[in-house]
């Protein structure tokens, strides 16, 4: 939920309402301009299927999710998945993930410009989440898939879920030792 109050009424209403202990612990102020001030409601409910969604309901960072999983670190990677998304989008998913810990970011030792993005722990975990929901699209969706995703179920085919997880889990933690030892 986002309110825009308008930078006068924002100070009135300070004078006259306390705005501190209400606002301080349910909304976050961010001062996009001079002229306006943006409430951004956190913490809306104690629901943990709602705490979830506010930080990855939106497609884009499931997407991000499954691009780090296929092996993409950098920006310019992400930018070209045939999802094509807004490079201002990718910016903000990519700082909200690292704001909660899901991914981290480095740079290479030869090459300081070039931010490098993996999963942390709490992003590996998320694994089991995309991969529950390609599976209830392969049940639930009358879609021909690509190329990968048929190579994905052909992957899955003999193998538990659990299984599937924890092996692509572990793949996924070897990848990116290695790339983070360069």
Same mark, same amino acid.
């Given at each position: ?7 006068? #009424? ?38 943990? #299927? ?10 884009? =960072? ?105 092996? =692509? ?14």
């Amino acid at each position: 939920m986002v309110v825009k109050v308008e930078f006068w #009424l924002f100070f009135l209403c300070k004078k006259f309402v306390k705005i501190d202990d209400f606002l301080a612990k349910h909304y976050k102020f961010v001062l996009p301009n001079l002229q306006t001030y943006q409430v951004m409601k956190t913490n809306r409910s104690r629901c943990p #299927l709602v705490n979830i969604l506010d930080i990855v309901g939106d497609k884009w =960072s499931l997407l991000i999710i499954r691009d780090l999983f296929l092996g993409k670190k950098t920006f310019t990677e992400f930018m070209k998945s045939p999802e094509k998304i807004a490079s201002n989008i990718l910016s903000n998913r990519l700082d909200k993930m690292i704001k909660y810990g899901l991914i981290k970011v480095t740079k290479l030792p030869n090459d300081r410009k070039t931010k490098l993005y993996y999963l942390t722990r709490k992003g590996i975990d998320m694994f089991s989440v995309v991969h529950e929901m390609i599976n209830w699209s392969k049940r639930n969706s009358r879609m021909k898939f690509g190329p990968k995703s048929a190579q994905f179920f052909n992957t899955t085919e003999n193998l538990t879920t659990h299984d599937f997880i924890k092996k =692509s889990q572990l793949a996924y933690i070897k990848y990116r030792k290695n790339f983070l030892a360069v």
